[in-house]
Nanobody
Framework: QVQLVESGGGLVQAGGSLRLSCTASGSIFSTMGWYRQAPGKQRDLVAGITRGGNTNYADSVKGRFTISRDNAKNTVCLQMNSLKPEDTAVYYC???????????WGQGTQVTVSS
């Protein structure tokens, strides 16, 4: 059974940094990534990374956020620097299984950036 467990959210002042981590279990994963959802808005991709290490980022976070993964440990991390109030959202880890391309979500972790 696939499980994704996130950690690392919290409250930070604008300009600060946070690091989110997600540990996945129960399968081998191809693409892993982070999405976020602010109140009243849809869930959007923040950053994704393939098993081979190719990355993509939302334009709004390019140059500020860095995604990384450890295939041996099935973990994906999101280093968030120069945080802005508009980064405030619930951040969700996502992982797609290699064999069946099934997508799974973590429980979400709150990131709040105060101005």
């Amino acid at each position: 059974q696939v499980q994704l467990v996130e950690s690392g959210g919290g409250l930070v002042q604008a300009g600060g940094s946070l690091r989110l981590s997600c540990t996945a279990s129960g399968s081998i994963f191809s693409t892993m990534g982070w999405y976020r959802q602010a109140p009243g808005k849809q869930r959007d991709l923040v950053a994704g990374i393939t098993r081979g290490g190719n990355t993509n980022y939302a334009d709004s976070v390019k140059g500020r956020f860095t995604i990384s993964r450890d295939n041996a440990k099935n973990t994906v991390c999101l280093q968030m620097n120069s945080l802005k109030p508009e980064d405030t959202a619930v951040y969700y880890c996502n992982a797609v299984t290699l064999l069946r391309s099934a997508g799974y979500w973590g429980q979400g972790t709150q990131v709040t950036v105060s101005s």
